[in-house]
């Protein structure tokens, strides 16, 4: 997960959620996008660690999703969220990732936790499925 940047121009009832991307860079924050904007990307997962200041998401929890460009392009509603050890993940889980097999999805996140600092395989990850509430079309808002 990437840090939002300022916060993006959204219709107004979604202007207190929190805006985040998806993935490290620009351009995983694009992909990832748009595999949830196509459908192919329902879960995403997290490392706990992250969660030391922040509340672990709950089902009924709304987000906004950004693309690379910061751009806001759709609402997410959480609908489950577990915490299990990374070793322990499934492939009905790394499918719903967008990943094309459970292999993919380990040798993938294993990297991704490993460039940001700490990686084990019964490192607990928070694990959550969501869903699309309401796509965003992005407009210039002139300064």
Known sequence: M??????APV???????QQ????HTKEEADALCTL?????KTATCTALYHYEDDPVPEP?????LLDGDGRPRCVIECIEVDVIAFDEVDAKFAIDEGEASLAAWRKRHQASFTREGYFAPDMAIVCEHFRVIERL???????
Request: aromatic share 8%; hydrophobic share 35%.
């Open 2 to 7: 990437t840090n939002a940047p300022p916060k």
């Open 11 to 17: 219709p107004q009832v979604y202007a207190h959620l």
């Open 20 to 23: 985040w991307a998806m993935g």
């Open 36 to 40: 949830v904007l196509d459908g192919k």
């Open 60 to 64: 009924g929890d709304r987000s906004v």
């Open 137 to 143: 079309e992005y407009r210039r808002v002139a300064p």
